[in-house]
């Protein structure tokens, strides 16, 4: 399996904007992979935060929604990440992950990224 690859962690105060990015070029829609972003903090389980399909939909958790966006350039597979308004709740590692469309369950990984954000 191709490798799933994020970066643009990093440290913010609350309020703050920080983008991620994630090269997903093992995954085109074409292929009917869906995207999706992921974060787990220290002592919760990892969840998700915002998914993409095949086609561009997206759906976002409710924590998020109205300051994350989420978006794909589907010709380079670069998924990306938009975090605006971040709050101190929204520190945790992020990570991208992939699944065939069908599944619902996400098979492939990246490593993750810090996001830190301070009040």
């Known amino acids: 399996q191709a490798p799933l690859k994020e970066s643009g962690g990093g440290s913010v105060q609350a309020g703050g904007s920080l983008r991620l990015t994630c090269f997903a070029s093992?995954?085109?829609?074409?292929?009917?992979?869906?995207l999706g972003w992921f974060r787990q903090s220290e002592g919760s389980d990892r969840t998700e935060v915002a998914g993409i399909d095949n086609a561009g939909r997206t759906t976002y958790a409710r924590s998020v929604k109205g300051r994350f966006t989420i978006s794909k350039d589907f010709p380079k597979n670069i998924l990306y990440l938009q975090m605006n308004n971040l709050k101190p709740e929204d520190s945790a590692i992020y990570s991208c992950?992939?699944?065939?469309?069908?599944?619902?369950?996400?098979?492939?990984w990246g490593q993750g990224t810090q996001v830190t954000v301070s009040s």
């Open positions: 093992g995954y085109p829609g074409s292929w009917n992979y869906c």
């Open positions: 992950a992939a699944r065939r469309c069908g599944n619902t369950e996400y098979s492939v």
